[in-house]
């Protein structure tokens, strides 16, 4: 029984992207993030969308399978996209229906709205979540912050408690399944009635699945000791993060990026973005 | 050759600490015995019997109540022990739990084999070296870059066995490792459990319930209500199959069969574990029977 969700799961590969360095990852989605945000106008975003169709040819990820990955996030991409459309004034008014007014500018946000939300996804998901796996990206994470630890920031236990949340998802997921199952066979009823009987309806799968999720936990705690976990306190790593050219090129790449996203703001502020 | 015991018990007891309802409930009564380092030992008893007690005690995630107990010759239950010394002790035994999902740390096969390794502080081109050679040991290889989650339960054991083969352990406790598995997985288990035992010389303890698998020992430890009710080979342990029924235990289905032979008048023995040499002594007993007539 495989689980369909494919948001935040890694996708073996051994492409460019899959073999930067974590560290060089998580700057560079950072990075990527801040030129999402820094474009403004129509002409910034063809460019930042055409780039992130480039990434994700990059990896050789299927296209399809990165929007599967956001259908759980529909529902805000729908509601910011009518927002907009309906609350947004400009100079152009294009349909008047009485106390409905909808101008070329608010539909124009919207198509921005929705691509920066959709982008930010995607720069995550492509840098990240994709083609780094859970560990390797805890551990980029952890050496990332390390100097933190100076401040006794525990940055060694939040890692392992983000590995060890990843690696269980997968597993929760197949476990809410089955005991969805085994509720429905017993007559439980999931699919009608009102919002508060549907929430109800969730009770009896909720109260089993923590159980039993304090007691995986219990159960990992015990098998860790088992294997000498004590610590960040002198671990060594099987695999060392070494940064190599191709990553300070990627880095390079990301920046000449967000400069010409400045530029087109600049020079080419065609339809800019009011949010 | 006199070989030195791996771990020596001595009149082990613990309680179960009981809440407001309940009473403290004793699940290891007087304990004592010795394991030889490089033997495979199966330890019996239905559940509730402390074998699976005895297991955390013996990889110190529990302390015993009282008595004593050495682990490479090194009294863990001596007042001066340190956290020091414990964490020393468990370099040395490692443990293959009953519900694989819930032992698997990373989200990459070769990752967590290498987990216990980290821990310990190995460089990391010797991690790297003993994760593909655990791997190889166990024919996980070609799943070394997979995710635990897409493997079957045969198959997460054996990464958990890995890991313990890359830690370089000397005895392995596995705490009813194939009850939750298939047929095939067990058997999988198994196999490598006894790889590790022959090829290795890695000491075994295998806390099991599976008769069958316990026949494979060179040495039975049955366990009833906390206390050891019979020690010894298997053909010794199964000799006496009413002691075993008592217990509420079952004695292999071979011996089981033999022993009603032995009671239906039959000349046979009882200590074959195959099906095969248990068929031929069959056929055998009734020929001499027929020819007795």
Known sequence: MKSDITFGQYVEGNSLIHRLDPRMKIVLSILYIVTIFLAKSVTAFALLTLSAFLLIALTGLSPAMILRGMRPLLFIIVFTAVFNIFWMTGDTLLISLGPIKIYLEGIINAVLIILRIVLLIVATSVFLTYTTTPLALTDGLEQLLAPLKKLHVPVHEFSMMMTIALRFIPTLIDETQKIMNAQKARGADFSTGNLLQRAKALIPILIPLFISAFRRADELATAMECRCYTGGEGRTRMNVLRSTPKDWAAAFVVLVLGAAIVLANLYFPLYGLTL | ?293
Not at chain 2, 41 to 64: D, E, W
Not at chain 2, 79 to 106: C, H, K, S, W, Y
Request: with cysteine; glycine share 8%; charged share 30%.
């Open chain 2, 1 to 293: 050759m006199q070989k030195t015991p791996i771990i020596k018990a001595e009149h082990l007891t613990f309680s179960y600490p009981g809440d407001a309802e309940s009473k403290p409930v004793r699940a290891l009564d007087d304990v004592s015995f010795e394991i030889e380092e490089g033997s495979f030992t199966a330890i019996l008893g239905h559940n509730g019997s402390g074998k699976s007690t005895l297991a955390k005690l013996l990889c110190m995630v529990n302390y015993p109540d009282s008595g004593e107990l050495l682990l490479c010759g090194k009294d863990l239950t001596a007042p001066d022990v340190t956290e020091e010394d414990i964490l020393a002790a468990r370099r040395d035994i490692g443990m293959v739990f009953q519900n694989p999902d819930n032992q698997i740390v990373a989200s990459i096969v070769e990752e967590d084999v290498a987990f216990g390794c980290e821990n310990l502080g190995i460089p990391s081109a010797e991690i790297r070296k003993r994760v593909d050679q655990a791997l190889e040991e166990v024919g996980m290889t070609k799943y070394a870059r997979s995710s635990p989650h897409n493997l079957s339960g045969g198959q997460k054991q054996r990464v958990a066995i890995a890991g313990v083969i890359a830690m370089k352990r000397k005895c392995v406790i596995f705490d009813e490792s194939t009850a939750m598995l298939d047929p095939l997985g067990r058997q999988d288990v198994m196999n490598t459990a006894m790889k590790l035992n022959r090829e290795d010389g890695i000491t075994v303890i295998l806390i099991t319930h599976y008769m069958s698998e316990a026949a494979m020992a060179d040495r039975i430890i049955v366990m009833n209500q906390g206390k050891i009710l019979r020690d010894g080979t298997p053909s010794e342990v199964f000799s006496d199959p009413e002691a075993m029924w008592d217990a509420g235990l079952d004695v292999p289905q071979t011996t089981e069969l033999l022993y009603k032979m032995r009671k239906a008048g039959y000349d046979v023995r009882l200590d074959l574990f195959d099906e095969n040499d248990c068929a031929a002594e069959i056929a055998r007993a009734m020929k001499r029977a027929r020819e007795g007539k």
